[in-house]
């Protein structure tokens, strides 16, 4: 799909790193699909999204090493992206809670762009150490990679602005709910106190992406898989406030026994529904909820709202399950890059 989005004109490329999430997704290695995707391309920018910086999961010397690595290998064209993980599924497993993840990821962020920058780099902290080393390789960008955090909350947007870091909300919300998000961004990047002297000025979000010649079909087949991860999303993400609220009495760490078991109940919870509309007659009402589904033309208007709200770049997630034939997704980003794509560069 990398090699394809290139050749239909995206700009970069982003990676999911995941564990244990089965069904949902089982891409363990966002750097490494980065690499495979960086051999078989030219141009195309690739972010790790997101390459998790707890060290029991990834311990941030390797992570300065793998990423500086595949940045020579790549001719200076990765970035990273980083975060806490997905939720408890993920970190329990490694012997986290939630609620300790946010020291380790603020120690190693700060600390990666010394490794890159440094001869020399020592590190005593709470949740790492390294005696004296250098370490290598150094990337081929200079001082280092852009630098990103994702975020869900007003706080770590806010956040990621004061430290200098670009930020990836993943989470789907309409264009017009971002717009506070994206103030509160750019006015704490305006004045930062960044964690290295490359400040990644960029405010990224995502929507789904079926762009179909035929905007019915297009809009049929978003019907048919949008809900197939509505309860793998409302057990995975318990970081999630309402999914918090849902499985706060669940004892952790979940078995992956009881998780099947909660993903059950949960699909078969009419009360469940997805976190954008699953199906809808007027294309108005997918446009202005941020899905870019339907029509070439229907798909520039709901880019467009996104760009009205400044929102600098756009993840577009094509709408890809177990259901959907391959042939239609590689459409799909044939169609966007030579009728969509060339309106908003």
Known sequence: MGIAAEAAGFDSFWAPEHHFLEEYSH???????????????????LCTGIMNLCAPINH??????????????TNGRVELGTGRGSGSTEVNSWGLKNEETKGYWEEAIRAIPKMWTQDLFEHEGEHFSVPERNVLPKPLQKPHPPLWVTATNPDTVERAGRMGLGVAVFSF?????????????????????????????KFLTIAPLLCLEDGDRAREWHAKRASLTTAHFSVYFDTVPDIAARLVNEPRPIPQTRLRELIKEAGNDPALVPPFPAS????????????????????????????DVGVDELGLIPRTSWIEPQEMILETLEVTGREVLPSFR
């Open 27 to 45: 891409n363990a290695a966002s750097h490494l699909t980065c690499l495979a995707v960086g051999m078989k391309t030219e141009k195309i920018r």
């Open 60 to 73: 941030p010397v390797r992570v300065a090493e793998q990423i500086a690595m595949i940045d020579i290998y």
């Open 173 to 201: 919300q309409s264009p017009s709910a971002l717009e506070p998000l994206v103030e509160s961004y750019k006015k704490a990047i305006a004045d930062p106190d960044p964690v290295s002297e490359v400040i990644n000025d």
């Open 280 to 307: 809808a007659d007027d294309p108005n009402v997918l446009i202005e909820s941020g899905l870019c589904v339907g029509d070439p033309e229907q798909v520039k208007r709901a880019i467009q709202n996104y760009a």
